[in-house]
C-alpha cells in the first residue's frame, strides 16, 4: 500500500537562552488576537523542546503541524496530522502506534557509523558487532525489521530467558552473527541454545551463577557440542539514574570477582578453560552521565585483560546497555537526558579498551554494545486524541450585594484589592475564606447556592494571582502549586498502564505535545487522564529545560461549528469532520451541528520515543487492550503501509481474564428472553441490545 507524499517545509534555528516566552496579560479582545497573531512556530519548537529531543527525526512545518523524517537529514518527511487523517480513513481508531521502520535503519547505521569512525580514530586493531537486547521490544515484526537492517553489520541479538530464545532461534539468520544468552538458565535453555550451533548459529552463553558452569559444561559433553561461554561481572562501578542503584556489588545479576575466579577454575579444572571467551556488564539503563561509562569501561577492561592472564581463550567485550535517550533535550546527566552523544559514547569505549590492551600487549577484543534503548526509542510514536476537558471555573466576578453572607463579602473583598504588593497574602486569604465556606455549608450555616458563589469567588482569585505570578521573575515557594492546581484536566483516548506503563510506574518523562496548531498560541496549561477508572491513569509530569512541568502547554478545544483552517487537514479531510467541508452543509446538516453545539473537533496529541519497553510492559488495568499499530515505510513517490497490526477487541481481552465471547453473547440473550415474556422488554429493545452486545465484544476497547 503505498500512499504519495506531500512536501513539507522545514523550520530553521532559534536562540533558546529563555525558558518560555510568556504572553503578558490580556486586557480585551484585540489584545487576544494580537498576541496570537504574533505567535510563531518558533515559539512552539521553544516550549515543546522539539528541537533538543526530535533531531534529526522530528520538527515543526510551516502549517504547524510536526513532521517526522525517518532517513534522519537523509531527506524526505512526512505531516503526521495528514498521516492520522488517512489511516483513519482507512478505518484505524485511535489511539495509534505508528512506527517508522526507516527510523530503525537509521539507529542501527549511525551506531555502527559511529563505532567506525571511533576505531578509524584511535587505531583501534578490532572490530565492533552491536547487539540487540530482546527485552526492549520483542515485537515480531520490529525484531524481523532489526535483523533485516542489522545484517550488513553482523547484528546480533540478546536474549534474557527461554520464550526470547525462542524468538531469536527463529528469527536471527545472519550468517555469523552472535547469539548473547542472558539470564537465569535451566538445563532446557542451555541445551537448546547449545543445538543451535548444528543449525550454524553462534549463541554465546553468559554464565550469570556459578551454578550455571556445571550445567554448561555437562550438556555441552552429553551433546559433544563444544560452547562459547561468557561471563557477566558485577563491576563495583555504579550507573546513574533511575537504574544506578539496580548495580554495583549488591546489584541482581552477575559475578563478583571471587565468583569469577571459581568459574575459571572450574574451568580449568575440567579442562574446558577454552570455552571461555567474552567477558560481559551492564550497569543499568539510561545512564545519563558519561563519567559512569568511563569508569565501567575501566574497571571492565582490567578484568578483561586478567582473564587473559589466566589463559582464557577471551576474544569478546560485551559492555551492555545504558547509552541513553536525551527525553527531554537538554543535554545533561538529569535521569531523563543525557550529557554526552552517541559519538562520545564510543569514543570512550573504543580508547579505554586499546589504552589497557596495550599496556599488556595484548590482542584487542571485539567490543559488543548491547543498545537496545537507543536503538529503538525513535522510531515509534503514540497519537491520541482528546475527548474533553474539565477546566477550573471561570466566570465574570460581578460585586456582592452587602446583604450576602459575610464570607461571601470577604472574598469578593479579596478578589477586588489582589495587586502586585500583596498578591501572596491575598492567597492565603482566599483559601481561608474558602475553607471556612465549606466548614459553614456542612454545619448548615451555607446554603447550597452561596457554596457555589462562595468557590466562585475562590477560583476567581486564583485566577488574578496566577496572572500576576507570570508577570514575576520570581514565584513565592506556597505559590508554585498554583499553576498545577488552576490547570485543566484533558481527558484523552488512552490508558497510561497499557501504553505508557513507564510514566505511571516510575515516573519517566517522555515528549508529549499536540501534532497540530502548533502555529498558534496554546493559551491552556493541562494535565492528560486517561480512560481508567484509577486516580492514577494521569500524565502530570512533562519535560522542561530546567526541571520538570507539573503542566503542559495546550490549546483550547474547538467546537464543530467554529471555523477551521484549510491548512489544518489539508486534502484528506472528507469524511473526517463536517466542517472541513468548503460547501454549505445540507439542512439536516446544519440541524445536527445546531443541536451538537458541544461536540469539539479533533485534537490530536503525540508521544514520542517510547518505542523501549512501553509497547511490552503495558498491562490490561480495566480491560483496555493493546492498541493499533501501522509499520510505515517511505518510498521514492511518499510512503508504503508495510504492515498493520490490529489492536485488540473486547472479545480477545475477555478471553485473557477466560470469558468465552459466545458463552457471554448467550447468556444475555437468555436473559433478554426472559425480560421478553415477563414483558419487561419489547422485542426491538431485546434486539437492540443483543446488536449492541455483540458489537461491543468485536470492537475496539478504546473509544471511537
Known amino acids: 500500500m503505498e500512499v504519495e507524499l506531500t512536501p513539507t517545509i522545514g523550520i530553521g534555528n532559534y536562540n533558546r537562552d529563555n525558558e518560555h516566552s510568556q504572553a503578558p496579560v490580556a486586557e480585551n479582545q484585540e489584545q487576544v488576537t494580537e498576541i496570537s497573531k504574533s505567535w510563531t512556530i518558533e515559539d512552539s519548537e521553544k516550549i515543546y523542546r522539539i528541537e533538543g529531543w526530535g533531531e534529526p527525526y522530528f520538527s515543526i512545518n510551516a502549517a504547524g503541524h510536526v513532521t517526522v523524517s525517518p532517513k534522519g537529514d537523509r531527506g524526505g518527511s512526512l505531516d503526521l496530522l495528514e498521516l492520522i487523517v488517512a489511516l483513519k480513513q482507512r478505518n484505524l481508531g485511535l489511539p495509534l502506534l505508528i512506527r517508522f521502520s526507516d527510523i530503525l535503519a537509521d539507529r542501527i547505521e549511525r551506531l555502527h557509523a559511529c563505532f567506525a569512525k571511533a576505531i578509524a580514530r584511535y587505531k583501534y586493531p578490532g572490530t565492533y558487532l552491536g547487539a540487540f537486547p530482546i527485552k526492549c521490544n520483542q515485537h515480531r515484526h520490529l525484531v524481523e525489521d532489526l535483523v533485516r537492517f542489522g545484517q550488513p553489520y553482523q547484528f546480533a541479538l540478546e536474549v534474557g530467558s527461554k520464550p526470547e530464545l525462542m524468538i531469536a532461534l527463529a528469527t536471527l539468520k545472519t550468517p555469523d552473527a552472535l547469539l548473547i544468552c542472558n539470564g537465569y538458565k535451566d538445563r532446557e535453555y542451555i541445551e537448546t541454545a547449545l543445538l543451535a550451533m548444528r543449525l550454524g548459529q553462534k549463541p554465546v552463553i ?47 545479576f552477575g559475578l563478583t570477582i571471587p565468583e569469577i575466579l571459581t568459574c575459571v577454575e572450574q574451568l580449568r579444572d575440567a579442562g574446558n578453560l577454552s570455552y571461555l571467551q567474552l567477558l560481559h556488564f551492564h550497569i543499568g539503563s539510561q545512564i545519563s552521565a558519561i563519567s559512569a561509562i568511563k569508569d565501567a ?73 548491547e543498545s537496545g534503548r537507543a536503538i529503538v526509542s525513535h522510531q515509534s510514536v503514540l497519537i491520541f486524541n482528546v475527548l474533553s476537558t474539565s477546566d477550573v471555573p471561570s466566570e465574570t466576578v460581578t460585586p456582592v450585594k ?80 498554583l499553576e498545577k492546581i488552576m490547570a485543566s484536566i484533558y481527558y484523552v483516548n488512552l490508558s497510561v498502564f497499557q501504553s505508557v506503563p513507564d510514566a505511571w510506574a516510575i515516573n519517566q518523562l517522555f515528549p508529549i505535545m499536540p501534532i497540530h496548531r502548533l502555529d498558534e498560541e496554546p493559551t491552556r496549561l493541562g494535565i492528560l487522564a486517561d480512560l481508567t477508572c484509577d486516580s492514577d491513569g494521569k500524565i502530570d509530569q512533562f519535560i522542561d529545560l530546567r526541571d520538570v512541568k507539573s503542566v503542559l502547554e495546550l490549546h483550547e478545544l474547538r467546537e464543530v461549528g467554529e471555523n477551521l483552517p484549510e491548512s489544518e487537514f489539508g486534502n484528506n479531510c472528507s469524511g473526517i469532520i463536517d466542517c472541513c467541508q468548503k460547501k454549505s452543509p445540507s439542512p439536516s446538516k446544519s440541524l445536527e451541528i445546531s443541536q451538537n453545539q458541544k461536540s469539539k473537533q479533533p485534537y490530536y496529541l503525540g508521544l514520542f520515543l517510547g518505542g523501549a519497553y512501553q509497547e511490552i510492559m503495558g498491562n490490561l488495568h480495566n480491560l483496555f487492550g493493546e492498541i493499533n499499530a501501522v509499520h510505515i515505510r517511505l518510498t521514492p513517490r511518499g510512503y508504503e503501509i508495510e504492515q498493520v497490526v490490529k489492536g485488540d477487541t473486547a472479545a480477545q481481552v475477555l478471553s485473557y481474564v477466560q470469558y468465552e465471547a459466545e458463552d457471554l453473547v448467550e447468556s444475555i440473550r437468555r436473559r433478554a428472553e426472559q425480560a421478553l415474556q415477563e414483558h419487561q422488554i419489547t422485542l426491538a429493545q431485546s434486539q437492540r441490545l443483543l446488536q449492541n452486545y455483540e458489537k461491543s465484544l468485536s470492537s475496539y476497547t478504546y473509544l471511537n
Open 206 to 252: 553468559v554464565i550469570e551463577q556459578v551454578e550455571e558452569v556445571h550445567l554448561v559444561m555437562r550438556a555441552a559433553l552429553a551433546l559433544e557440542i563444544e560452547p562459547v561461554i561468557g561471563l557477566r561481572a558485577k563491576l563495583s562501578t555504579q550507573g546513574t539514574g533511575r537504574w544506578g542503584q539496580s548495580t554495583g556489588d549488591r546489584a541482581k
Open 402 to 481: 452587602e446583604t450576602e453572607h459575610l464570607i461571601i463579602r470577604n472574598l469578593w473583598e479579596t478578589y477586588y484589592t489582589i495587586s502586585v504588593e500583596n498578591y501572596q497574602e491575598a492567597y492565603h486569604d482566599a483559601i481561608q475564606f474558602n475553607e471556612e465556606a465549606k466548614s459553614l455549608f456542612s454545619l448548615g450555616y451555607l446554603s447550597i447556592t452561596e457554596r457555589a458563589q462562595a468557590e466562585r469567588l475562590y477560583w476567581s482569585c486564583c485566577q488574578k494571582i496566577l496572572e500576576i505570578t507570570k508577570t514575576q521573575d520570581y514565584v513565592p515557594d506556597d505559590l508554585e502549586e
Open 297 to 369: 569501561i575501566r574497571e571492565a577492561s582490567q578484568i578483561y585483560i586478567e582473564l587473559c592472564a589466566l589463559g582464557a581463550n577471551m576474544h569478546y567485550l560485551d559492555v551492555g546497555g545504558g547509552l541513553a535517550v536525551d527525553y527531554d533535550g537538554s543535554k545533561t546527566n538529569f535521569h531523563a537526558s543525557k550529557n554526552y552523544n552517541m559519538q562520545n559514547y564510543a569514543n570512550d569505549i573504543v580508547a579505554a579498551v586499546k589504552d589497557a590492551c596495550m599496556a599488556r600487549q595484548l590482542p584487542a577484543p571485539v567490543l559488543i554494545s
